[in-house]
C-alpha cells in the first residue's frame, strides 16, 4: 500500500526518489517523505499530503545527495501528519527507515524500548524497527547485520529500505509479506515497492524472496539467501515506458477503460483452439484427467477480483458442473475451513500481493491443497508461491480502481470454465467452437460501447447529486451490478449497494423513491423477463430507472428513464460487455463531481496489509 523508493549510484538521488514516488502514487498515500546521504549526515524532509506538497519544500543541499530513500505513506499506526511520515529515524540520528506493512509485536517492543530509556517521535509501528537498528548499529554491528538482527525480533509484515551516516553509499533492504524489487543499473542500485518505480531507469529487476535481506551499494550488492549469486537472479521486465503514461488521456482510469479491447485480447491471444473448441492454459498444468479428476473448486479473493470470482463460479458450474465455493479472503484464513478430498483452489490478485488472498494461499497449501494463480503481474508473491497459474496480461494497471484487470480475470476466468467444460465431456466439441467464437467477437464489441463514452458522460450530469444508488442484476449479471456498485462508490463517494434483483423485494425496495436511481442490467438473457417485473416494481414507487439492455431491445425503453445499449453476447460472456457501461458511467460521475479518480479518498492500489 504505502510505497518505497530507495536509490544508491553516481546520479541525482533526490531526482530520482521523487520520480519514483511520482510513479507509486496510484498505490494510494496520505503523506510523504525523503532521506539522502549528505556529508553532514541525514537530510530529511517530510510532510502530509501529496509527493507535490514534498517537492514545495526546500531540498537544502538533498539535491548533491547520490544515495538515499523515500516513501509515500498510507496511514495505520497514528494518524497523518509530518511526525508520522517516513522515512522514520533511531534516537541517535543516524539511522533511517522506510517501510511498508504492519508490526504486529511492536508495542511490546515499543514498551521494552522505552523501559531501556529511549523516546520515540511518532505513533508509528515503524519507528520501533528504526530503534532496534539502531541499537544493533550502537552495539557496533555493521548496517546489514543490524538489519536482519532486528528483524528476528519482529512479527508481521515489512518491505523496507534503510540507509546510515556510518555507511554511506549502502542501501540495506528487506522483505516479509510485502513487495520489494531491486532494480540493477549500470554502477547503480533502485529499491521499490514496484517496477513502475524502476522502469524509467532499467529494465533489469531481482524480486526479493519472503523474509530475504539484501545490501546494495558501491561495493555491489549482497544477500542473506543468494551470496554472491544475486546478478543470477535477474530477470527483465517486458512492458516498458508508455505503457504508464497516460497517453493523452485525462486519467489513467478512463485510459485504462479504453485500453480494453487490446487487455482482452491479450487475455485470450494463443490460448484459444478454434478447432477443439478449447482453451489452452499451459500454466496451469493440468491434464484433462486432472482437470475430470476436480471435484471441488473454491475461489478466494478480495474486492474486485472476488466479483469476478463470482462470474467465475457461475462459468465453471453451467460450463463444466463443478462445484465452486466463492470466498472473501480475509474472512476464509480465519474460518476452520474444511479441505475435502478432490478440491483445488484458484486466488485471484491484480496485483499478486493481496495481503489476506495471500495469507488464504499459505492457508490452504498448508492443508495439502493444490492452489493456482490468477494475477497480472509477472514475478509477484503470489505468482512465485501459488503451485501454477494464468497470467492474465493485462498490463500495468495504474488506476486505483480496477477496470481492465477484472475484465481480464473474467476473461480468463471464462478460458479456464471452457477448458474444464471439454475435458469433463461436459462442453461438447460444438459447443465450445461455438463458445471460443463468441470470445473471440468480445474486443470488437467492447470496442463499439466505448464509442458511447460522450453520451454516457452526459447521463452521468444527471446522477451528480444523487446520495445514494441502487444496482440490480440476475444470474451472471449480479456480480456485475456488485461490481458497477463498487466502482461507484470508490470514486464518487455515492452510496451505492448491488443486489441480486429478486432480493430487492427483502428489503432494498423500502429505500426507493422518486430520488433513488436504480441501475438495472437487463439484457436479453435467460432472466430477461424476471429482471422486467423487478423493473415495474421500481416504475411502481417512483424510482428512477437506468437499464443496461441489449441493443434494438425496444420494450427496455418504454420502462426506462434512460437506457445504456451493449452488443447481444451470449449469456456467459454477457458480463464481459454489461460491466463497460458502469466503468464509464462511475468514471463521468466522478469526474463531474470533481473527484480524484485516479486517487480517490483512503483507497490503496495494492492492499499489502491486512
Known amino acids: 500500500m504505502c510505497g518505497i523508493v530507495g536509490y544508491v549510484g553516481s546520479k541525482n538521488a533526490l531526482e530520482i526518489l521523487l520520480g519514483g514516488l511520482r510513479r507509486l502514487e496510484y498505490r494510494g498515500y496520505d503523506s510523504a517523505g525523503y532521506a539522502v546521504q549528505s556529508a553532514d549526515g541525514l537530510i530529511i524532509r517530510r510532510c502530509r499530503g501529496r509527493v507535490a506538497d514534498l ?89 546489514f547485520e543490524s538489519v536482519r538482527s532486528a528483524l528476528a525480533r519482529v512479527q508481521g509484515a515489512y518491505g523496507i529500505a534503510v540507509i546510515s551516516t556510518l555507511e554511506p553509499g549502502t542501501m540495506v533492504a528487506a522483505r516479509h509479506g510485502s513487495p520489494l524489487v531491486v532494480g540493477v543499473g549500470e554502477s547503480e542500485f533502485i529499491v521499490a515497492s ?50 504508464i503514461e497516460k497517453n493523452g488521456f485525462s486519467h489513467y482510469m478512463l485510459k485504462e477503460i479504453f485500453s480494453q479491447p487490446e487487455s482482452l485480447t491479450n487475455a485470450f491471444l494463443g490460448r484459444i483452439d478454434l478447432d477443439e473448441g478449447t482453451a489452452h492454459l499451459g500454466g496451469l498444468g493440468l491434464t484433462p484427467a486432472d482437470m475430470n479428476a476436480v471435484q471441488r473448486i473454491i475461489i478466494t479473493a478480495c474486492g474486485t477480483s472476488w466479483h469476478a470470482a463470482l462470474i467465475g463460479k457461475y462459468l465453471i458450474e453451467s460450463l463444466a458442473r463443478v462445484p465452486v465455493d466463492v470466498e472473501y479472503a480475509s474472512e476464509f484464513r480465519y474460518r476452520d475451513f474444511v479441505i475435502s ?17 495471500l495469507a488464504a494461499l499459505r492457508a490452504c497449501r498448508s492443508r495439502g491443497c493444490r492452489v493456482f494463480g490468477i494475477v497480472n503481474v509477472v514475478g509477484s508473491t503470489i505468482a512465485r508461491e501459488t503451485d501454477a497459474g494464468v497470467y492474465i496480461h493485462a498490463g500495468p494497471e495504474i488506476g486505483v480502481a480496477s477496470t481492465k484487470a ?32 463468441e470470445i473471440k467477437l468480445i474486443p470488437g464489441k467492447v470496442s463499439k460501447i466505448l464509442e458511447s463514452s460522450d ?68 439484457v436479453k438473457d435467460a432472466a430477461y423477463d424476471k429482471i422486467l417485473s423487478n423493473i415495474q416494481e421500481v416504475r411502481a414507487r417512483r424510482g428512477r430507472v437506468l437499464a443496461v439492455a441489449t441493443e434494438g431491445d425496444e420494450e427496455i425503453s418504454s420502462v426506462s428513464d434512460h437506457v445504456l445499449w451493449v452488443p447481444a453476447a451470449v449469456d456467459p460472456l454477457m458480463p464481459l460487455l454489461t460491466v463497460i457501461p458502469l466503468q464509464l458511467l462511475a468514471y463521468h460521475v466522478a469526474t463531474a463531481r470533481g473527484c480524484d479518480v485516479d486517487k480517490p479518498r483512503n483507497l490503496a492500489k495494492s492492499v499489502t496489509v491486512e
Open 341 to 357: 478430498p478432490g478440491s483445488i483452489m484458484f486466488v485471484i490478485s491484480q496485483s499478486g500481493e493481496t495481503a489476506d488472498t
Open 194 to 243: 514496484d517496477v513502475a518505480a524502476i522502469i524509467s531507469h532499467t529494465r533489469d529487476v531481482i524480486f526479493l524472496g519472503e523474509g530475504e535481506v539484501v545490501s546494495v551499494g558501491l561495493d555491489g550488492m549482497s544477500s542473506d539467501r543468494t551470496p554472491g549469486l544475486l546478478r543470477d537472479r535477474v530477470e527483465t521486465v517486458e512492458w516498458d515506458l508508455a505503457e
Open 55 to 143: 517537492e514545495a519544500l526546500d531540498p537544502g543541499d538533498a539535491v548533491k545527495a547520490t544515495a538515499g530513500i523515500a516513501h509515500t505513506r498510507w496511514a495505520t499506526h497514528g494518524e497523518p501528519s509530518e511526525r508520522n511520515a517516513h522515512p522514520q529515524m533511531d534516537s541517535t540520528g543516524r539511522i533511517a527507515l522506510v517501510h511498508n506493512g504492519i508490526i504486529e509485536n511492536y508495542r511490546a517492543l515499543r514498551r521494552e524500548l522505552q523501559a531501556q530509556g529511549i523516546e520515540f517521535k511518532s505513533d508509528t509501528d515503524t519507528e520501533v524497527i528504526a530503534q532496534l537498528v539502531g541499537l544493533e548499529v550502537t552495539a557496533g554491528k555493521g548496517l
Open 455 to 522: 453520451v454516457i458522460a452526459s447521463l452521468a450530469r444527471e446522477f451528480t447529486f444523487a446520495r445514494n444508488f441502487l444496482y440490480l442484476g440476475r444470474g451472471y449479471n449480479y456480480p456485475v451490478a456488485l461490481e458497477g456498485a463498487l466502482k461507484l462508490k470508490e470514486i464518487s463517494y455515492i452510496h451505492a449497494e448491488g443486489y441480486p434483483a429478486a432480493e430487492m423485494k427483502h428489503g432494498p425496495i423500502a429505500l426507493i423513491d422518486e430520488e433513488m436511481p436504480v441501475l438495472v442490467i437487463a
Open 406 to 437: 477484472f475484465t481480464s480475470q473474467v476473461m480468463v476466468l471464462s478460458l479456464v470454465a471452457m477448458a474444464f467444460g471439454r475435458a469433463r465431456g461436459v462442453l461438447s466439441r460444438a459447443q465450445g467452437v461455438e463458445l471460443a467464437r
